[in-house]
Structures are given as structure tokens and as C-alpha cells.
């Protein structure tokens, strides 16, 4: 099989070859660890300073602001449950901080605040999306309450590519917090949005960022959390206080120098690349929608440029990943069957889709790399397996 | 936790998937059951066809049809191949684990929810009886 058409970059990306020429030489020649007042730590601690400089500059940031982690779930956990935290003795007894959320944030976010809400730590609304995977503003505003301290959406939903209006919510924010009491902090998942949108924070107005640098062309293993000067959090890894205390544990310098060349090469021709990406989302969704039975997940308008998502009737999603994956075409499924825990996907079924109809989900996820010919084979090929799984279905 | 085959499909699960036996239907079957739902993201059907020879029945012939995972079509394909000529004495002792033995291994997550083969022909079987008593 000498096909390889890579359409998962939702899940994760192929490492740019410049990312790892930037990261090669700080596995054998300057190994040195970033603490240590040597030739070598302080090689180490300048890669670390200038990766940490790249981040910032990205997301419009002092560098200050920036903690390297292990990924976006760790971001995630550090901010929520550090940030809840440090809040929790300026609630009194039988009063808990609140937290505002959607029914569509990647698991990380669900389950940090899960575990704090088990713990008797926060208590949570998780808001409804419509059927195209939008919040409601007006109901989102109706959800603030006095001791809500923290909103956490997600940017760009990892599997079916909606925009949620972070601008929009970020203002808002900034303006009510003016005349509380008790800020409100603002957290968003940028994950799935760092590559192709505007990550600003100060465009954002966000308080919180999570991103992690599989998603953009470094290595899995490595992510980052901004957090905006003066808002406090309390670190959830003790040790040798690493990352101004916030994240303990020596600095995993050739990864760090890995994501910030990775984020700077986002930062290149980023608008350009986003329509390229775009146009060929475009095409695919135009060409895998002329096949009978098969609709759009999402919105057709306000998605990201790299995700292209779909519902299939009368086939089984990962049928259709194993039979791509043969001719060398590799796409993602929400169906329940695909999953650990075998239930059907929480975001399809936050859209309103039952499951009989998620289990027929598929998803392409581009890259910077996707070509229009590899697009024109997917569908050309597509509509066959659909056909040929359809044609072994029983009929009910 | 990282034993590989507790996530992926053996050579054997992965021919069957992509070159399924008997698949499709039998006009006017013996016998015939659908099991699983579409809630639950696997249906299976199964038609056979019972010949009597002296005092034994055998298993003529037998075609499935089935919507669901890679698991689920490549456990119909070698049910169908393992009980086929077969038998119906022999044809009901086959098991899950005959059959995940057959295919050279299932990750355990599979097992619970695409294995149906089995229930799917013993339900046909039941099927051919009762028909047969009327």
C-alpha cells in the first residue's frame, strides 16, 4: 500500500521536519538541565526562554504568562482546579464557585470539572448547543450567576469544526466584570482553533488558554497554559517549583524548543493557509454530500478550515474507517463502536442525533499538507465503500 | 494495558472484514433471525437453509446480512464459514469463544457487543423448528 492520504490531523499532526531539526540537537549535544547554573543548564534555560518567548508572541502575550506543560488536558486541569482552588476560601461554608461550560468541550474540560464537582468543589452548568454545535448568548448570560468564577468554552469543537463566538463572550466578560463583585474568569480550549484562527488573547479577552503542540506539527507530549498576569491559580504538581512554581518537574527542553518553532510556523502565512485549507474543506464537503444519505455535522458556515464532518445512514463509522484506512486514507469516527467506553459520541449527541444515526459518523480532519488531488480521492473512492457496506446491511 | 492486540484486529479479523463470506440473503430460508438494534450500532441477520440426510439435519446453506463494526461483519463471515455443511447438533455448540478463537483473537472490547453471530444462528435454528412444527 503505497497510498498515504492523512486526513486525521484533528487527532494529531505529523511532526514538521523543521520542528525537529529545531529539537535534535537538545537530545545529544545540549542536554543540559534548565535549573542548573552551568555551560549547559543555561544553554537549556536560553532554548527554554526563547520557545517561551515564540508562545507568547503568538498568542499576543507577555512571556510571563506562559507555563509549559505535558498537554492541553494537563493545561486544563491546571487552570481549572488550580484556579478553583486558590477560590475556595473566599466562599463560605455550603457555597460553592460556579462554573459555566458547554455540553461539547473536549473531555478534558468535562471531566476536571466532574471530578471537582464530585469533590463538593464547584458546582457546574453545563450549557445545551444548538444542532449546528452553537451556544445561545442570551442562555449564557442567564447562566451567570453571583459566585460564578470561571467560563470555560471551547474554541473550535475537535469533531465537528464549530466556531463558538469566544470574541463575542470574551467582551462581555470584560464589560459585566467591571461592576462585580467577584470577576469572572475566562477560560477557552484552543486546541483545534491555535492553527488556522485568531488565538490573540487580548483579541480573545481571555483569562485562560489551553493548547498543546500535536495538534500543530511538534510532537505529542508537550502543551502550554496562558494565564493572564494577576490572575492567581495554585500548582497541582509539587516539586521543584519548575515554571515559576505552577508545574514542577524539569523542563522538557527539546519539546519546548519543539512547540514554540512549531507555534512561529503557524504564525506564517497563517490567513493564507487557512483559505487553502478551507477551500479544499469546501470541495470535500460538496463532493461526500452528493452521495444519498449522508448530511453535514456542525455548521456549514462558522467552522474551522480543517474539519469536515458527516453522518452516514445505514453504515457503521468504523466499518468505513478500516475500509478507508485499506486504500491508505485516514479519517475518524464518533461511532460508539470506536470508542473505549462504546458509548455513541457526547458531542453528536449534545447536537440532538441519536444514536443510530451517530454511529454512522465520519470525519476528515485536513492538514497544511492536503492536497486537492489527495480530496478528489476521497471522493471518488467514497461513495463504493459507502455502497458496498450498505449492500451487506440488513434491511429494517 | 499495552498489550496491542487489546486494540487492533488480527489478520485474520481483518480479511474476513474486507473479504466477508456468504453475505447476503437466502430466498425463502428455513429459517431466519435478526438480533442487536440499531441503538446499539450492530444488527445482524442470518438465513440458513436445512437439508435432512438418513436421520441428521445438516446446514445446506447460510448467508447473513450485517450493519456494524469491523467486529461484527468479520464474526458473521466466520460463523457462516465455521457451521456451514455442518451438523445443526455440531452448528449450536459454537460459541463465542470458537469464534474469537477462529479469528485468530478480538480486543475484548469487541467482544461484549459484536459477537452476535452466535445468538443470531441459534435464534435461526429455533426459527427453522418452529416453523417445521407448524
Avoid at chain 1, 473536549?106 to 466532574?114: G, I, P
Avoid at chain 1, 452553537?134 to 451567570?144: E, G, P, S
Avoid at chain 1, 473512492?381 to 459507502?386: A, D, E, N, S, Y
Wanted: glycine residues 8%; positive net charge.
Amino acid at each position: 500500500m503505497k497510498t498515504l492520504i492523512y486526513l486525521d490531523n484533528a487527532a494529531t499532526t505529523r511532526v514538521d521536519p523543521l520542528v525537529v531539526k529545531a529539537m535534535l540537537p537538545y537530545f545529544t549535544k545540549k542536554y543540559g538541565n534548565a535549573s542548573e547554573y552551568h555551560r549547559l543548564g543555561m544553554e537549556a534555560k536560553m532554548a527554554v526562554a526563547d520557545s517561551r518567548k515564540k508562545v507568547a508572541e503568538v498568542l499576543g502575550a507577555k512571556t510571563a504568562e506562559i507555563v509549559f506543560t505535558s498537554s492541553a488536558t494537563e493545561s486544563i486541569n491546571l487552570s481549572h482546579k488550580g484556579l478553583i482552588e486558590n477560590l475556595q476560601n473566599e466562599f463560605k461554608k455550603g457555597e460553592r464557585p460556579h462554573v459555566i461550560t458547554t455540553k461539547i468541550e473536549h473531555k478534558a474540560v468535562l471531566e476536571t470539572l466532574r471530578h471537582m464537582e464530585r469533590k463538593g468543589e464547584a458546582q457546574v452548568t453545563y450549557l445545551d448547543v444548538n444542532k449546528r454545535g452553537l451556544i445561545d448568548l442570551v442562555t449564557f448570560k442567564k447562566a451567570i450567576k453571583a459566585q460564578t468564577v470561571l467560563v470555560t468554552i471551547i474554541y473550535v469543537n475537535n469533531e465537528i469544526g464549530t466556531i463558538q463566538p469566544i470574541k463575542n463572550i470574551g467582551k462581555y466578560l470584560k464589560e459585566i466584570n467591571k461592576k462585580r463583585k467577584r470577576p469572572i474568569y475566562f477560560h477557552t480550549d484552543a486546541t483545534q482553533a491555535i492553527n488556522y484562527l485568531d488565538c490573540r488573547v487580548n483579541n480573545l479577552n481571555v483569562d485562560l488558554l489551553s493548547l498543546t503542540g500535536h495538534k500543530i506539527n511538534a510532537p505529542k507530549g508537550i502543551g502550554a497554559l496562558y494565564v493572564r498576569e494577576g490572575v492567581k491559580i495554585i500548582r497541582q504538581m509539587d516539586g521543584g517549583g519548575q515554571e515559576k512554581g505552577l508545574r514542577s518537574g524539569t523542563e522538557n527542553v527539546p519539546y519546548i524548543v519543539g512547540i514554540g518553532k512549531a507555534l512561529q510556523l503557524t504564525e506564517e502565512d497563517k490567513i493564507k493557509k487557512a483559505k487553502k485549507v478551507a477551500l479544499l474543506r469546501d470541495r470535500l464537503i460538496k463532493g461526500v454530500l452528493q452521495i444519498p444519505g449522508v448530511s453535514l455535522t456542525g455548521d456549514k458556515l462558522v467552522r474551522s478550515p480543517h474539519i469536515a464532518s458527516f453522518l452516514v445512514d445505514g453504515v457503521e463509522g468504523e466499518a468505513m474507517i478500516l475500509a478507508l484506512s485499506e486504500l491508505g486514507i485516514i479519517a475518524s469516527t464518533g461511532s460508539a463502536c470506536s470508542a473505549a467506553d462504546l458509548a455513541p459520541s457526547h458531542v453528536l449527541t449534545a447536537l440532538g442525533i441519536p444514536p443510530e444515526k451517530s454511529h454512522g459518523s465520519l470525519r476528515f480532519s485536513l492538514g497544511k499538507e492536503t492536497t486537492p488531488g489527495e480530496i478528489d480521492l476521497v471522493i471518488k473512492v467514497l461513495p463504493g465503500i459507502i455502497k458496498n457496506l450498505r449492500v451487506m446491511a440488513p434491511k429494517f | 494495558m499495552d498489550n496491542p492486540f487489546e486494540i487492533i484486529y488480527s489478520k485474520k479479523v481483518m480479511n474476513h472484514f474486507l473479504h466477508p463470506k456468504n453475505v447476503g440473503v437466502i430466498k425463502n430460508p428455513d429459517g431466519e433471525a435478526t438480533v442487536g438494534n440499531p441503538v446499539c450500532g450492530d444488527v445482524m441477520k442470518f438465513y440458513i437453509k436445512v437439508e435432512k440426510k438418513g436421520k441428521e439435519e445438516y446446514l445446506k446453506d447460510i448467508k447473513f446480512q450485517t450493519l456494524g463494526c469491523g467486529a461484527a461483519i468479520a464474526t458473521s463471515s466466520i460463523m457462516t464459514v465455521l457451521v456451514k455443511g455442518k451438523p445443526l447438533k455440531d452448528a449450536v455448540k459454537i460459541g463465542k469463544k470458537a469464534i474469537i478463537e477462529a479469528l485468530g483473537g478480538l480486543p475484548p472490547a469487541k467482544v461484549h457487543c459484536s459477537v452476535l453471530a452466535d445468538t443470531a444462528l441459534k435464534k435461526a435454528i429455533i426459527d427453522y423448528r418452529k416453523k417445521k412444527a407448524v
